[in-house]
């Protein structure tokens, strides 16, 4: 039985280990390594919680590929339930190209596949029966999701004593802040970093984008600033966190295993400051690979490591 269920978009990742430079037209560039391995807010996430011990289910939609079958195969290997994967003919599995170039932030190359046929009510109701939380990553990059189902389905899943999770990409140039007003009211935690926040709002301080994001509905709040920690606001408290140290090697995925360590506190019934202790965590030692989820910690290392360092959070 699945306490969490993702949802939102899965893609297959085509991932290179970081190269001295990006290659001019017609040039050629080796890397030490190529990884091919799952992606997507979704199955990033459900793949972390599952390395934590948390049974997890998964709802989403591949194509009816090679590459839809290597993603579910890869989930299921990872312990998580991927009954609820749609196989949809006529689609590609969404696919992301990801280059690192030494001492640069990572390139993206995508294609939307599938996830552009996803939608709020692929989401079964008998599922909200079964799951204490329910995530749904990747909105706004899944166009057929809208806001009056999405709200539809979270006040389906409150009424139902579920936990409702929101995280959330924003494409480049697209109108998105007319797409919260009646979504946040149902949402207990929401998760954009700083660079989303500004594009919905058109403000850069994450401490004012979290208690807007407060005022538009949000029970909890938490912008995240990469390696710069993040911030929290829910009710009256207002949290900056510290980011732990580790050795940086590809920044793909860190965001969503934020959020799985997240799912994990408010699961053992965690307070805030908590929580943002196990987010980080997990957060932190995503990076330390290449790849959305080889380096995330399983629950043994998770523990130790939090037993063995510390963050620095402050009250604002």
Do not use: W
């Amino acid at each position: 039985m699945p306490e969490v269920l993702c949802a939102g978009i899965i893609v297959a990742d085509h991932v290179c280990q970081p190269i001295s430079h990006l290659p001019a037209a017609g040039e050629l560039v080796t890397t030490d390594g190529m990884l091919l391995t799952i992606g997507g807010c979704a199955a990033n996430a459900a793949v972390d919680l599952a390395k934590m011990d948390v049974r997890v289910a998964i709802a989403g939609r591949v194509g009816a590929d090679v590459f839809g079958r290597v993603v579910t195969d890869f989930l299921r290997d990872a312990k998580v339930d991927v009954s609820a994967i749609q196989s949809t003919p006529g689609f590609d599995t969404s696919q992301t190209l990801i280059v690192n170039v030494k001492g640069e932030d990572r390139r993206f190359v995508h294609t939307f596949g599938a996830n552009t046929a996803f939608q709020a009510t692929d989401i079964s109701l008998s599922l909200l029966d079964k799951v204490k939380i329910l995530y749904l990553g990747g909105y706004l990059l899944m166009p057929t999701v809208t806001q009056d189902d999405l709200t539809t389905l979270f006040a389906k899943a409150r009424a139902k004593g579920v936990k409702t999770v929101l995280d959330i990409v924003v494409p480049a140039n697209s109108e998105c802040s007319s797409r919260f007003d009646r979504l946040l009211p149902y949402v207990d935690l929401f998760l954009p970093n700083r660079d989303e926040g500004e594009l919905i709002l058109g403000e850069s301080n994450p401490l004012k984008q979290a208690e807007t994001f407060l005022r538009m509905g949000a029970a909890t709040c938490v912008i995240t600033l990469g390696g710069g920690g993040s911030v929290l606001a829910s009710g009256d408290l207002r949290l900056r966190a510290g980011a732990y140290s580790v050795p940086f090697i590809d920044g793909s995925g860190g965001g969503d295993a934020f959020d799985a360590g997240y799912i994990c506190g408010l699961l053992q019934n965690k307070g805030p400051e908590e929580c943002l202790r196990i987010a980080s965590a997990l957060g932190a030692s995503c990076v330390r690979a290449v790849g959305t989820t080889p380096g995330v910690f399983t629950r043994s290392e998770c523990d130790q490591f939090l037993r063995e360092n510390t963050l620095t959070i402050e009250r604002l």
